[in-house]
């Protein structure tokens, strides 16, 4: 080999080594995989006019970057329902609630509530839901290291009835179970009640013990 194409090669070899070296390290050193998740479930009620009365998310989450984490909620689409409500929905483009920094490490679950000018004339709202790890919920489009969700929740009207479900059929005496009340419209749709005008009242007859019945709460008046 000539000392010319021999130096030709090892141009060749460097060359090589530096463009695999460039592929390599096309990742940022700096980059930090955030492994967050975020669901939900929805519930919200409109009058027979079509008025909103209000509803909430119920949002699970799992690695919130504790103490800088946060939630945001905004609207996506809708579906109208013009035989029922004779106007069309008017959608809200921009967000319509955030959480505080997310605080405590063992906090898994949250509600949002719904306000009821929401959900006026709409069928179904789908909602948004947005974990920012880096807590940047100023937007409705979410940041690349955002976890997010799509809830649609269906238009939900008066309760008709409710339905009673336990954890256990049966208790002795010191021993206690958790029942929930649900609240069902005409038909079928879980619900809500009015805080103002609604009430459940439980009777319950027992050898011995007590029951309450609580209704399920916020975490705090904004959800936050």
Do not use: W
């Amino acid at each position: 080999m000539t000392s010319k194409s021999s130096f030709l090669k090892r141009i060749t070899q460097a060359a090589l080594i530096a463009m695999v070296g460039g592929f390599l390290s096309t990742a940022p050193a700096s980059a930090v995989a955030i492994e967050a998740t975020i669901s939900g479930t929805c519930v919200y009620r409109n009058n027979a006019a079509g008025t909103g009365q209000g509803g909430f998310l119920n949002i699970s989450f799992s690695k919130p970057n504790t103490a800088l984490g946060r939630i945001a909620m905004s609207e996506y689409t809708y579906e109208n329902d013009i035989a029922n409500y004779a106007t069309a929905h008017t959608a809200i483009t921009v967000l319509q609630r955030t959480t505080a920094v997310i605080g405590d490490s063992n906090t898994t679950t949250i509600a949002m509530p719904i306000n009821d000018t929401a959900t006026t004339n709409a069928k179904s709202v789908t909602f948004q839901v947005y974990l920012s790890p880096t807590g940047v919920v100023s937007s409705t489009t979410p940041g690349d290291e955002a976890a997010v969700a799509y809830v649609k929740c269906n238009a939900a009207g008066a309760p008709a009835s409710y339905s009673l479900s336990a954890t256990t059929a049966t208790k002795n005496q010191g021993e206690t179970a958790t029942f929930t009340v649900t609240p069902k419209d005409a038909a079928g749709n879980t619900t809500i009640l009015l805080m103002s005008s609604e009430t459940i009242t439980a009777e319950v007859s027992a050898t011995a013990g007590t029951a309450n019945l609580q209704a399920g709460k916020l975490n705090g008046s904004v959800g936050a």
